[in-house]
């Protein structure tokens, strides 16, 4: 069959397959409510846990520093596109997690990417939870590493496979806060588990940075862990921190290492100015102002109460973060609930295969801080009801 009738045929089986996927254009600015095809929603899908990724502060350093700086970087960091803002942002991030040095990155799937092809070679180990990240498998994938993985969040299967492995340098890596899930990663039993048999780690802390641990420095914060001695830690700065890139944090050995080797540093042109002067703006609100975090927290919590109090059959996984699923099975009723909920004014979007296995579709819920006890209400209301609850009855 010619290759362009084989991708029209693959489009074919993910139409009959219900897993065709379509993007939605946003008439507004990010926040509590969005705007599509002219009808506003509340919004319970984004990732901007804070409310900062509208937030005038963050606004106005942008908007400053693109006055002051101009658009782009114009040059990859090591020629000449590292400016004295990016830096500045470095020291603040290793700073604010309690790291030796940090490095900014363009995004998390490339940061991602850079610490296995960086620390491995051909007969090297890395060992990922089964349920990490897209970006994190592919990272594996795409090193020349061995890549294994291990039963989700079972650490002693993990300690089994590292004590097995005669491989000269070992890696494992994982989600803090599983981004599918919402439930963590048992960092305490992987960290010891990694001292003991010289492995370094690697703590993808997307959904755990500026919302997890006292000061919002995520989730080893949160676990009283480290930053360096063999632990790594990956955040994003387009979720809690409300603009967008990512950085690496450790020991000064491994972050040179990577500013030397890692390809998806190296061959990439430098984050815009401008990003680096909002997300600098955020990270001074996540020290300056706790209260967000306190309302993130208290809107979980009354969120995963009510469900509880009103004995809901639904199929809800026990996350105690802002990520609630709640799954479905199939692809099909996944969508159902998802047109349901938009007719009740919510927009939640349908998560399908391949991105979560075979008959686990969902619907995401992500809590804000930006959402109303009210808007938590309409979404226990229209969860409770005849519909959605007949739907979510075959997965019982």
Not at 198 to 226: N, P, R, Y
Not at 287 to 292: A, C, G, L, M
Not at 344 to 362: F, N, S, Y
Request: aromatic share 6%.
């Amino acid at each position: 069959m010619p290759w362009r009738e084989q991708l029209i045929q693959q489009h074919r089986n993910r139409v009959t397959a219900k897993t065709w996927r379509e993007r939605q254009a946003v008439q507004n600015a990010a926040g509590r409510e969005l705007k599509i095809k002219g009808k506003t929603y509340l919004n319970f899908c984004s990732n901007d846990y804070l409310g900062l990724a509208n937030h005038p502060a963050l606004s106005a350093a942008a908007i400053k520093t693109t006055q002051e700086r101009g658009t782009g970087a114009a040059a990859s960091h090591l020629i000449c596109g590292h400016q004295d803002i990016h830096q500045e942002l470095e020291n603040e991030l290793a700073a604010f997690v309690g790291a030796e040095k940090a490095i900014a990155f363009s995004t998390g799937y490339m940061a991602n990417l850079a610490v296995p092809q960086t620390f491995l070679e051909r007969g090297d180990l890395v060992l990922q939870d089964r349920l990490n990240h897209a970006s994190l498998i592919d990272a594996g994938r795409f090193c020349e590493a061995n890549l294994k993985r291990y039963r989700h969040l079972d650490f002693g299967h993990a300690k089994t496979i590292l004590l097995k492995s005669n491989a000269n340098k070992k890696l494992l890596t994982t989600d803090g806060v599983f981004s599918m899930d919402g439930d963590q990663a048992p960092l305490h039993e992987l960290t010891e588990i990694c001292r003991q048999t010289e492995t370094l780690l690697l703590v993808d802390d997307a959904h755990g940075f500026g919302v997890l641990g006292k000061t919002g420095a995520g989730s080893l914060e949160q676990h009283e862990i480290c930053v360096g001695d063999g632990v790594l830690m990956l955040g994003t700065l387009g979720k809690a921190a409300g603009s967008f890139g990512a950085f690496i944090a450790g020991d000064a050995v491994y972050i040179d290492s990577l500013l030397q080797q890692a390809r998806s540093y190296i061959y990439t042109t430098a984050l815009p100015p401008s990003v680096a002067a909002a997300t600098r703006a955020a990270i001074e609100i996540f020290q300056t102002e706790p209260e967000r975090r306190n309302k993130l927290n208290s809107n979980i919590n009354y969120f995963r109460q009510a469900i509880a109090n009103l004995h809901l059959h639904l199929h809800t996984l026990d996350s105690k973060t802002a990520i609630q699923p709640i799954l479905l099975g199939d692809s099909e009723t996944a969508l159902q609930a998802t047109k349901l909920l938009q007719q009740r004014g919510l927009w939640i979007t349908a998560i399908r295969p391949p991105t979560v296995p075979e008959g686990t579709a969902r619907i995401r819920i992500t809590i804000s801080a930006e959402h109303h006890q009210s808007d938590l209400d309409q979404l226990i209301d229209a969860l409770s009801s005849d519909a959605m609850l007949a739907l979510a009855e075959p997965s019982q």
